[in-house]
């Protein structure tokens, strides 16, 4: 029986506006929109591009601060939803339309066990009884291929891995059966082995259930494998619209040719110096949270004025390496040396010019900046407290490292978080690294939330700043296009231990290890079959049909 393709979605002169400096300002330029049930379109554009804001004007909802403007029309079902009651909108969220946000880990109640969050939609809107739902939620979790499908939604949040809690939200999304979900970029912080498991479930839930879906993405090769339709953003307003393939292989706009043309940055690969000591080196550390072993046996060198990029699939140790070289885990074993001298285990042994010779930079800088907190604190702390500075000193100081970042002190020095753009914040974060004059930088996934043009441009940054300070860099990250940008040497972990390691030039030819050949060739490609023949490739039981027309 052929599903029904009807009109689901129909957006038509969509103009939002934002309330800044006491007063709006429009920030989405009448776009329009039409999806028919069990298609899905893509979103791209970079960071700003309103990918997000239209996504959640398709549920009509705006976040704080943002309005839609008259004369927009969100048509859902033939049901107006500017004009719609609040409660009657309310009623709709989680049960006909659903939303799978970047971050699972920050959408899931800490307090609460996956399986109960599941069951709060379809109890709330008497669609199932709970042993019935409870049901559903662990068959659910067995077509996203989630381990012990059974058993794994009686666990809290932190008790399961990144990629298997974004499952769990896809999974809790399709609860009530919706007739449209909003994926606001799903696959951003996984791997890239986990990211072709949860596409792959992904596509299959849509397919099977004949959902239609808004898949707000800036990475273009994921973008290929899961939409029918692409939309490109700039700033508000639509740069064009057209079929997958016809988009892929025939670009019309320029802004659209210059998003197919990112990541040309390529540094220039440093060879390890001959007769040096490392600046810093990891020896048969061996580590454990409690008495489960997370770490075994993992040395590797890096070097002053060096990039050593560590990958490997979620819960492989590249942070937990990371934690034992900054000392917030002791190793169980082994050892962790700076310039040839072993670095006390516990960071609290160790002095004040130990610690800040070793920074990190975050992943998520929403998080790891205080928003209550202005940039020029932000960046001030660290130089006050390593470096003794107070007063104008400071400030100079401060001012100093704005403009390393690229960031206008006059513009920047008294503005909040939220004032700025991820990318921004991203600066703001590398900032305050600099501020210690470490010598160290432990860059953990510190692109991965960022659209391509952004994050290329913080890649040569980062570049540009190591080269003129001879900064050493640990560089955390699952996506292997950063590791051809940015590495000099690679190491690739898994289970906790180093399978493969060296310069970056030979561990891209092969032969590799049969681990590193898996992530090589889970890269997603400009290509709108990959994913299928990646799949049939490797026996993968699927029921996904090739999406793009």
């Not at 231990?497 to 681990?515: A, I, L, N, S, T």
Request: net charge negative; charged share 25%; with cysteine.
């Amino acid at each position: 029986m052929s599903q029904d393709k009807s009109i689901l979605l129909n957006i038509k002169n969509l103009r939002i506006e934002g309330y800044s400096d006491e007063h709006w300002i429009e920030i989405v330029h009448g776009i329009d929109l039409t999806l028919h049930r069990g298609e899905v379109m893509g979103l791209i554009g970079e960071s700003g591009a309103g990918k997000s804001t239209i996504g959640l004007a398709a549920m009509g909802f705006t976040r704080d601060g943002c309005r839609i403007s008259e004369g927009s029309s969100i048509e859902f079902d033939g049901l107006e939803l500017t004009t719609t009651p609040a409660a009657d909108l309310q009623s709709l969220r989680g049960a006909r339309i659903a939303y799978v946000a970047q971050s699972a880990a920050a959408s899931f109640n800490p307090a609460h066990k996956l399986i109960d969050q599941h069951t709060e939609a379809p109890l709330q809107y008497r669609i199932q009884k709970r042993l019935e739902s409870q049901e559903d939620a662990m068959e659910l979790y067995e077509r996203l291929r989630l381990p012990n499908p059974r058993e794994i939604g009686f666990r809290y949040p932190h008790q399961v891995s990144g990629g298997q809690l974004q499952r769990a939200m896809t999974a809790m999304a399709m609860a009530c059966r919706p007739d449209l979900i909003i994926f606001d970029e799903p696959t951003t912080a996984l791997d890239v082995t986990t990211q072709i498991e949860v596409l792959s479930a992904i596509r299959d839930i849509v397919d099977q259930f004949n959902t239609a879906a808004i898949y707000i993405t800036h990475d273009l090769a994921v973008v290929a494998q899961m939409a029918d339709v692409i939309k490109v953003l700039l700033k508000g307003d639509e740069v064009e619209e057209s079929d997958t393939r016809s988009m892929l292989e025939n670009p019309q706009d320029d802004y659209t040719k210059s998003l197919w043309a990112v990541r040309e940055f390529k540094k220039e690969q440093v060879p390890r110096p001959a007769d040096t000591v490392p600046l810093i080196s990891v020896q048969h550390v061996d580590a454990a949270y409690g008495d489960t072993p997370v770490l075994e046996d993992v040395s590797f060198d890096i070097y002053s004025g060096m990039t050593v990029a560590v990958v490997g699939e979620s819960g492989s140790g590249k942070s937990t390496t990371a934690r034992c070289i900054t000392g917030l885990l002791p190793p169980t074993k082994g050892e962790v040396l700076f310039q040839g001298t072993p670095l006390p285990p516990d960071y609290r042994d160790r002095t004040k010019d130990q610690l800040r010779q070793a920074q990190m930079i975050y992943q998520m800088a929403d998080t790891a900046l205080n928003p209550k907190v202005k940039i020029s604190e932000i960046i001030g702390r660290p130089a006050a407290f390593y470096s003794g500075l107070h007063g104008p000193e400071l400030k100079n100081r401060v001012d100093e490292i704005l403009d390393l970042i690229e960031l206008d002190p006059s513009l920047y020095y008294n503005r909040y978080p939220p004032e700025l753009s991820g990318g921004q914040k991203q600066r703001i974060g590398i900032a305050r690294s600099l501020a210690a004059e470490p010598t160290f930088i432990i860059c953990d996934e510190v692109t991965s939330a960022l659209d391509q043009l952004v994050a290329e441009g913080i890649l040569r940054l980062l570049d540009k700043l190591q080269k003129e300070m001879n900064l050493a860099y640990m560089f955390i990250t699952h996506d292997l296009a950063t590791v051809r940008s940015i590495a000099d040497e690679v190491v690739v972990m898994q289970y906790g231990k180093v399978v493969e390691q060296g310069p970056k030039d030979e561990m891209f030819r092969p032969p590799h290890d049969p681990y590193t050949d898996l992530l090589l060739s889970s890269v997603p490609e400009m290509d709108p079959d990959w994913l299928s023949t990646l799949l049939e490739e490797r026996g993968v039981d699927s029921n996904t049909e090739t999406h793009n027309p």
